[in-house]
Protein backbone atom coordinates (compact mmCIF):
# COMPACT_ATOMS: atom_id res chain seq x y z
CA UNK A 1 0.00 0.00 0.00
CA UNK A 2 1.48 3.46 -0.66
CA UNK A 3 1.68 6.41 1.89
CA UNK A 4 -1.90 8.01 3.52
CA UNK A 5 -0.35 11.37 2.38
CA UNK A 6 1.87 12.48 -0.48
CA UNK A 7 4.33 15.74 -0.82
CA UNK A 8 3.08 18.96 -2.23
CA UNK A 9 5.31 19.36 -5.21
CA UNK A 10 6.55 15.59 -6.09
CA UNK A 11 3.87 13.95 -4.59
CA UNK A 12 6.59 11.83 -3.00
CA UNK A 13 5.54 9.03 -0.56
CA UNK A 14 4.89 10.40 3.37
CA UNK A 15 3.80 7.42 5.47
CA UNK A 16 1.99 7.98 8.86
CA UNK A 17 2.16 5.04 11.48
CA UNK A 18 -0.48 2.86 10.12
CA UNK A 19 1.09 2.90 6.86
CA UNK A 20 2.59 -0.23 4.66
CA UNK A 21 5.57 0.74 2.71
CA UNK A 22 6.04 -1.51 0.14
CA UNK A 23 9.30 -1.64 -2.18
CA UNK A 24 7.38 -0.41 -5.71
CA UNK A 25 6.68 2.80 -3.22
CA UNK A 26 10.47 3.67 -2.92
CA UNK A 27 11.20 2.61 -6.86
CA UNK A 28 8.67 4.73 -7.81
CA UNK A 29 9.34 7.68 -5.63
CA UNK A 30 13.11 7.47 -6.76
CA UNK A 31 11.93 7.67 -10.79
CA UNK A 32 9.66 10.68 -9.69
CA UNK A 33 12.98 12.15 -8.03
CA UNK A 34 15.11 11.41 -11.27
CA UNK A 35 12.89 12.99 -13.60
CA UNK A 36 12.25 16.08 -11.72
CA UNK A 37 15.85 16.53 -11.27
CA UNK A 38 16.96 15.17 -14.91
CA UNK A 39 14.51 17.77 -16.89
CA UNK A 40 15.45 21.01 -14.39
CA UNK A 41 19.10 19.83 -15.49
CA UNK A 42 18.89 19.78 -18.77
CA UNK A 43 16.83 23.24 -18.80
CA UNK A 44 19.04 25.19 -20.69
CA UNK A 45 16.51 28.53 -20.51
CA UNK A 46 17.62 28.04 -16.51
CA UNK A 47 20.93 26.67 -16.47
CA UNK A 48 23.99 28.15 -18.52
CA UNK A 49 26.43 25.96 -20.64
CA UNK A 50 30.26 25.76 -19.93
CA UNK A 51 30.74 28.51 -22.95
CA UNK A 52 28.30 30.75 -21.41
CA UNK A 53 30.18 30.08 -17.87
CA UNK A 54 33.39 30.51 -18.82
CA UNK A 55 32.38 34.19 -21.20
CA UNK A 56 30.78 35.70 -18.34
CA UNK A 57 33.54 34.73 -15.81
CA UNK A 58 36.50 36.23 -18.40
CA UNK A 59 33.76 38.63 -19.33
CA UNK A 60 36.44 41.92 -19.93
CA UNK A 61 39.37 42.85 -20.10
CA UNK A 62 40.71 46.14 -19.34
CA UNK A 63 44.66 48.03 -20.47
CA UNK A 64 46.14 51.33 -21.24
CA UNK A 65 48.28 52.33 -24.02
CA UNK A 66 49.96 55.70 -24.37
CA UNK A 67 49.51 57.94 -27.23
CA UNK A 68 52.06 58.20 -29.45
CA UNK A 69 50.97 60.99 -31.98
CA UNK A 70 50.82 59.17 -35.28
CA UNK A 71 47.72 59.39 -37.07
CA UNK A 72 46.84 55.97 -37.19
CA UNK A 73 47.82 52.71 -35.04
CA UNK A 74 46.43 49.33 -34.25
CA UNK A 75 46.75 47.83 -30.82
CA UNK A 76 46.63 44.18 -30.34
CA UNK A 77 44.02 43.33 -27.47
CA UNK A 78 45.63 40.57 -25.31
CA UNK A 79 42.44 39.23 -23.40
CA UNK A 80 42.73 35.88 -23.78
CA UNK A 81 39.33 36.20 -26.22
CA UNK A 82 37.74 37.87 -29.06
CA UNK A 83 36.33 41.41 -27.59
CA UNK A 84 32.76 42.23 -29.14
CA UNK A 85 33.00 45.36 -28.13
CA UNK A 86 34.86 48.40 -25.83
CA UNK A 87 35.25 51.49 -24.34
CA UNK A 88 38.20 54.14 -25.11
CA UNK A 89 38.36 56.92 -23.05
CA UNK A 90 41.54 59.29 -22.41
CA UNK A 91 42.55 59.06 -18.56
CA UNK A 92 41.94 62.27 -16.49
CA UNK A 93 40.29 64.17 -19.36
CA UNK A 94 36.56 64.27 -20.28
CA UNK A 95 35.33 62.92 -23.13
CA UNK A 96 34.80 65.91 -25.02
CA UNK A 97 36.63 69.19 -25.03
CA UNK A 98 35.02 72.26 -26.71
CA UNK A 99 37.44 75.11 -28.08
CA UNK A 100 35.08 77.97 -28.86
CA UNK A 101 37.38 80.31 -29.87
CA UNK A 102 38.38 78.34 -32.65
CA UNK A 103 35.24 76.33 -32.78
CA UNK A 104 37.01 72.96 -32.59
CA UNK A 105 35.85 69.98 -30.41
CA UNK A 106 37.99 67.45 -29.35
CA UNK A 107 37.07 63.94 -28.71
CA UNK A 108 38.50 61.63 -25.97
CA UNK A 109 35.63 59.14 -26.14
CA UNK A 110 34.33 56.14 -27.89
CA UNK A 111 32.53 53.17 -27.86
CA UNK A 112 34.05 50.35 -30.19
CA UNK A 113 31.75 47.36 -31.54
CA UNK A 114 32.73 44.34 -34.32
CA UNK A 115 29.58 45.82 -36.47
CA UNK A 116 30.80 49.55 -35.90
CA UNK A 117 32.26 52.44 -34.10
CA UNK A 118 32.63 55.74 -33.50
CA UNK A 119 34.37 58.05 -35.33
CA UNK A 120 38.35 57.74 -34.33
CA UNK A 121 38.34 54.12 -32.96
CA UNK A 122 37.50 50.41 -34.58
CA UNK A 123 37.73 46.88 -33.35
CA UNK A 124 38.56 44.32 -36.02
CA UNK A 125 38.94 40.83 -34.04
CA UNK A 126 41.60 41.54 -31.39
CA UNK A 127 43.21 44.96 -33.03
CA UNK A 128 42.33 48.53 -31.88
CA UNK A 129 42.85 50.56 -34.58
CA UNK A 130 43.01 54.36 -33.16
CA UNK A 131 43.35 57.86 -35.11
CA UNK A 132 44.65 60.66 -34.19
CA UNK A 133 43.19 63.93 -36.50
CA UNK A 134 45.77 66.92 -37.65
CA UNK A 135 42.65 68.35 -39.17
CA UNK A 136 38.87 68.42 -38.59
CA UNK A 137 36.85 65.78 -39.15
CA UNK A 138 33.14 65.95 -39.53
CA UNK A 139 32.83 69.77 -39.03
CA UNK A 140 34.43 70.64 -36.61
CA UNK A 141 35.61 67.83 -34.75
CA UNK A 142 39.23 66.17 -34.04
CA UNK A 143 39.67 62.75 -33.52
CA UNK A 144 42.10 62.35 -30.39
CA UNK A 145 42.80 58.46 -29.67
CA UNK A 146 46.34 58.64 -30.14
CA UNK A 147 47.59 62.11 -28.49
CA UNK A 148 51.45 62.55 -27.64
CA UNK A 149 51.61 62.01 -23.97
CA UNK A 150 48.17 61.15 -23.17
CA UNK A 151 47.26 57.92 -21.42
CA UNK A 152 44.21 55.89 -23.07
CA UNK A 153 41.90 52.99 -20.91
CA UNK A 154 40.67 50.54 -22.90
CA UNK A 155 37.55 48.03 -21.46
CA UNK A 156 36.79 45.29 -23.56
CA UNK A 157 34.00 42.88 -23.53
CA UNK A 158 33.25 39.19 -24.64
Not at 123 to 139: D, E, I, K, P, W
Request: aromatic share 12%; charged share 15%; proline share 1%.
Amino acid sequence: MSSTNKTYHLRLNRWIGSDVPQMSDFNDDNVIIDNAVGTHIANSLIHITDEERNKWNNGYYMFMYYGNGSGNRDITVESGFEPTWGIVFAMNLVASVTDFDNASDYNYFAIVTKSGSMTGASLSGNTLSVQQSAVRVHGDEYKNFNEVGVTYVCIMFA
